[in-house]
């Protein structure tokens, strides 16, 4: 499974962006999609996840601000992002778990991560 990135950049606090992660998946079903983020000096965290049957999962910090959604027939997932503080800036990656088709084994992909930076 191949994920794609797309969507950050430079935003005021306050404001909103969209990221957007598109999956290649030939021989995998995706089962959880999600997006993490990494902070300079920090560990990655999860920022949200979304289940193949739509159950979304939410860090407290982003709880309300943040809104994950998918699109099983494009596999594709986004994460519309409001209110943006400046603690909020960080790399952000799309997240997958797929299994290769007739297999139980579940593997986790990753995007390359995209740099969201709010200003103060």
């Known amino acids: 499974v191949q994920l794609q990135a797309s969507g950050g950049g430079l935003v005021q606090a306050g404001g909103s962006l969209r990221l957007s992660c598109a999956a290649s998946r030939t021989g995998f079903t995706i089962h959880d999609m999600g997006w993490y983020r990494q902070a300079p000096g920090k560990q990655r965290e999860l920022v949200a996840d979304i289940s193949s049957g739509g159950s979304t999962n939410y860090a407290e910090s982003v709880e309300g601000r943040f809104f994950i959604s998918r699109d099983n027939a494009k596999n594709t997932v986004n994460l519309q992002m409001h209110s943006l503080k400046p603690e909020d800036t960080a790399v952000y990656y799309c997240?997958?778990?797929?299994?290769?088709?007739?297999?139980?084994?579940?593997?986790?992909?990753w995007g390359q991560g995209t740099l969201v930076t709010v200003s103060s």
């Open positions: 997240n997958a778990r797929a299994t290769r088709w007739g297999r139980s084994y579940q593997h986790e992909f």
